[in-house]
T-cell receptor
């Protein structure tokens, strides 16, 4: 059973067209939810950690929110350089469980 | 050097070869990890080392052999691999605190192709 499910699998946006990515999880004792950005052929780059429902964090055009069952990554007025795969991961004990990612393509 | 480094960045090997992947972390962390990333699939945790001791072996085939000589270095020794082992191999490190949240920082990965 998948613990972390990300949707959509792929997202194509026009520059400036805001949108949201979803990460739903089924772990019972969440210790943290993580968002990473991954460019092709590179390792994941850490973006945010969220610890409890209601928490929000922002970085430039990205904003991450957390509820008891899911997290959203909002991309506001995206630019072509925001094109990447965004990965969500949850920590239950000391291990992280990753979703398959959402690949975002932003066209100029 | 800063962060987590991995060498080589690309590796092509035959099924009968023996090779090693190297990872070094410059963050002062106490835990290191090996992950396998295949196309369109979630990252798969392979091995975890905490204070140089292996605390996780996620049912990985014996043709993959990890080594952690100290808390800054991690190796993955490869022998008699199969074509389905072709993937991006990622190393990560973290400061593992009891009961705490574990932010892992990743290296750039080694793209492995098995012919």
């Amino acid at each position: 059973e998948d613990q972390v499910t990300q949707s959509p699998e792929a997202l194509r946006l026009q520059e400036g067209e805001s949108s949201s990515l979803n990460c739903s999880y089924t772990v019972s004792g969440l210790r943290g939810l993580f968002w990473y950005r991954q460019d092709p052929g590179k390792g994941p780059e850490f973006l945010f950690t969220l610890y409890s429902a209601g928490e929000e964090k922002e970085k430039e055009r990205l904003k991450a929110t957390l509820t008891k069952k899911e997290s959203f990554l909002h991309i506001t007025a995206p630019k072509p350089e925001d094109s990447a795969t965004y990965l969500c991961a949850v920590q239950e004990s000391y291990k992280l469980s990753f979703g398959a990612g959402t690949t975002v393509t932003v066209r100029a | 050097e800063t962060g987590v480094t991995q060498t080589p960045r690309h590796l092509v090997m035959g099924m009968t070869n023996k090779k090693s992947l190297k990872c070094e972390q410059h963050l002062g962390h106490n835990a290191m990890y090996w992950y396998k990333q295949s196309a369109k699939k979630p990252l798969e945790l392979m091995f975890v080392y905490n204070f140089k001791e292996q605390t996780e072996n996620n049912s990985v085939p014996s043709r993959f052999s990890p080594e952690c000589p100290n808390s800054s270095h991690l190796f993955l020794h490869l022998h008699t691999l199969q074509p389905e082992d072709s993937a991006l191999y990622l190393c990560a490190s973290s400061q593992l605190l009891k009961g705490g949240t574990d932010t892992q920082y990743f290296g750039p990965g080694t793209r492995l192709t098995v012919l």
